[in-house]
C-alpha cells in the first residue's frame, strides 16, 4: 500500500451548523474550501471534532456527501463512521465507500465495555460494509473508555483491510509500538495537538487533530521544519500552539465553540454554535475569542 496519500496534516473537521442548528451544507462546503486553499493533506470528517456523536445517521451522511462533492479527489478524505450500535456503523461505511472516501475510521463501542475479541468483531463488521476501503482503527481511551492493545491490534491486522490507527491516546510510545508491530507501510496518526513534533519524532505518518482546522498554517509549519531538519524550530511552534489551546480551554463554552468563532473573526465562516449538551459561548468568552485570534495571526506572523 502507498501510504503518501495519509502522510501530511489533516484536520478533523468541525460541524457547520445553521442558524437554526441543523447542518448546513452551505456552511460545510465552505470550511471544506477554506482548508483545501490553506494547503493542508485532508480532512478527517465525522469525528470528535465533528460532534459525531449528536447527529444522526441521516445528518451524518448530509456533511460527508457536502465535503465529498466540495473538495473529493483534491483531499485524502477519511470518514469516521462509528456509532453506537453495528447497524447504523456499517450504514454509513456502505455510505462513505459509495462516496468514493479513501478510508473509514472508528472507535470501539462506547459505553459498554466490550471484550478484545468484541470490538474485533464490531469492527470487522463495519470494515465488512466497505469491503473495498481502508479501515483506521480510532485509539481514544480517554473517551471511549477502552484501550487499543498490542494483541488486539493483531487480531485486527487479519484484515488485510486494516492500515493504521489513528492514536489519541496521550503516550507518544503508544505511536512508537503501533507502528513497531505494523511495520513501515502502516499509517499511525497522532492524534494530540500538543504533541504532533514528539508524535513525528516517534514515527507518526502524520497528524490528524481538531485544533488543526483553526489555525492550519501552524501545523502545517511543524511539518516543513521537521522534515527539513528543524527541530528545535518546530518544537518552537509547537510550544506556541500549546499556549494557544491552553487559552482557548480556558473559557467556559466548549472548544469547538471556541474555534468556530475564531474562524468566523478571523475569515467570515460562519459554523454555527455546538449542539446540546456541548455549551456554547457565553459573553465573557468573546474575551477569550479575540484574544485567541490575535495568538494565533501574531504566530502565524512569527513562524510562517
Known amino acids: 500500500m502507498d501510504i503518501k496519500k495519509y502522510q501530511g496534516v489533516i484536520p478533523a473537521f468541525y460541524a457547520c451548523y445553521d442558524d437554526a442548528g441543523s447542518i448546513s451544507p452551505e456552511r460545510t462546503r465552505a470550511l471544506a474550501r477554506h482548508l483545501l486553499d490553506k494547503g493542508v493533506k ?7 471534532s465533528g460532534e459525531c456523536i449528536y447527529q444522526s445517521v441521516a445528518e451524518r451522511k448530509v456533511v460527508l456527501e457536502n ?3 466540495e473538495v473529493g479527489g483534491k483531499l485524502t478524505i477519511i470518514a469516521h463512521v462509528a456509532c453506537n450500535n453495528t447497524a447504523d456503523s456499517q450504514e454509513l461505511a456502505r455510505h462513505a465507500e459509495g462516496l468514493g472516501v479513501d478510508a473509514i475510521a472508528a472507535i470501539p463501542p462506547i459505553y ?30 480517554q473517551l471511549a473508555g477502552v484501550s487499543l492493545t498490542p494483541s488486539l491490534l493483531a487480531e485486527m491486522q ?7 490507527v489513528k492514536n489519541s491516546s496521550m503516550p507518544t510510545q503508544d505511536i512508537q509500538m503501533w507502528k513497531d508491530q505494523g511495520g513501515s507501510n502502516f499509517v499511525v496518526m497522532n492524534g494530540p495537538d500538543e504533541q504532533l513534533v514528539s508524535g513525528l519524532a516517534i ?17 502545517l509549519k ?31 463554552g466548549n472548544l469547538y465553540a471556541v474555534m468556530k468563532a ?23 468568552d468573546s474575551a477569550v475569542v479575540h484574544v485567541c485570534s490575535d495568538m494565533i495571526q501574531a504566530a502565524i506572523q512569527k513562524f510562517c
Open 112 to 141: 459498554f465495555h466490550l471484550p478484545p475479541y468484541g470490538i474485533a468483531g464490531y469492527w470487522n463488521d463495519i470494515s465488512a460494509a466497505a469491503p473495498s476501503t481502508d479501515f483506521i482503527i480510532y485509539n481514544i481511551p
Open 203 to 219: 514515527g507518526a505518518t502524520g497528524g490528524i487533530g481538531g485544533t488543526y482546522a483553526v489555525m492550519p498554517e501552524l501545523f
Open 222 to 252: 511543524i511539518w516543513e521544519l521537521f522534515y527539513a531538519g528543524k527541530v528545535e524550530k518546530a518544537a518552537a511552534v509547537q510550544n506556541e500552539i500549546c499556549r494557544i489551546i491552553y487559552k482557548m480551554c480556558s473559557a467556559k
Open 67 to 69: 465535503v465529498m462533492a
Open 158 to 164: 487479519k484484515n488485510p483491510k486494516v492500515i493504521g
Open 42 to 48: 485532508g480532512l478527517y470528517v465525522g469525528g470528535s
Open 262 to 284: 475564531i474562524l468566523k473573526k478571523q475569515y467570515g465562516l460562519n459554523l454555527g454554535g455546538v449542539r446540546a449538551p456541548l455549551p456554547n459561548l457565553t459573553e465573557a
